[in-house]
């Protein structure tokens, strides 16, 4: 069964700084990711996807994040981070064969942006 | 447009009833889906419907969980004899023809708290 691992519960950090947060699925074969957010209040929303192609992939307030086959990592980085950013980061992955998303995801990273 | 909304927004029910919960999904959306994610976890996938028919329901717990969406818009999560276990948010997605490449707009969630 497909899993997920986001090693980083809880990330402080200060305006402006560089943001890289982990994540690792256990699959051999084709998947799909995704990184998820949810700002405080907020519903949960999709903020970039992995399919195919260029595995740098940019999504959408400057984030981006690269799929590594070889180490099944599809960290999450920004290169400087702003207060508005802080919220709860979920890393998920679809490795159903299926025809139709079934995700898989990370219990989440809480990210705290210090002004 | 008016994204995917949920009620109750909060429910309080004792250990043994009978609670349903409602999912709107944006208006045109095939495929809807229902997550359950309890404290300090990511959403965990229950079922995915697509039109009418529940397309996989593999992640119900237990036969206590069942789901409808009888005219293929409006779904209802509804859940027999509650346990104090069942405690946790749930959380609804539809997306426009449930393909692989499909964003999911998750809606605000349901909070089910069973005494």
């Known amino acids: 069964a497909q899993s997920v691992s986001q090693h980083n519960h809880h990330v402080i950090l200060s305006e402006a700084a560089s943001l890289e947060l982990g994540c690792n699925y256990s699959?051999?074969?084709?998947?799909?990711l995704f990184w998820y957010v949810q700002y405080p209040g907020q519903h949960l929303q999709l903020l970039l996807k992995?399919?195919?192609?260029?595995?740098l992939v940019k999504g959408i307030k400057g984030f981006e994040a690269e799929f590594i086959k070889s180490k099944f990592s599809f960290n999450l980085r920004k290169p400087s981070v702003q207060w508005s950013d802080t919220a709860e980061y979920f890393c998920?992955?679809?490795?159903?064969?299926?025809?139709?998303?079934?995700?898989?995801f990370g219990t989440g990273t809480k990210l705290q942006v210090i002004p | 447009g008016a994204g995917v909304s949920q009620t109750p927004s909060n429910k309080v029910t004792e250990k043994g009833k009978y609670v349903e919960l409602r999912c709107d999904p944006i208006?045109?959306?095939?495929?809807l889906y229902w997550y359950r994610q309890s404290l300090g976890q990511g959403p965990e996938f229950l079922i995915y419907?697509?039109?009418?028919?529940?397309?996989?329901d593999s992640g119900l717990p237990n036969d206590r969980f069942f789901a409808v969406r009888p005219e293929g818009s409006v779904s209802t999560l509804k859940i027999q004899r509650t346990e104090r276990g069942d405690s946790a948010m749930y959380l609804c997605?539809?997306?426009?023809?449930?393909?692989?490449?499909?964003?999911?707009?998750f809606g605000p969630g349901t909070r089910l708290t069973v005494l």
């Open positions: 997605a539809s997306s426009l023809q449930g393909r692989l490449n499909d964003e999911q707009f």
């Open positions: 699959y051999g074969g084709t998947v799909n």
């Open positions: 992995y399919f195919s192609g260029d595995p």
């Open positions: 998920a992955v679809n490795a159903h064969s299926g025809g139709y998303q079934k995700v898989t």
């Open positions: 208006s045109g959306h095939t495929a």
């Open positions: 419907f697509q039109g009418t028919g529940a397309a996989d």
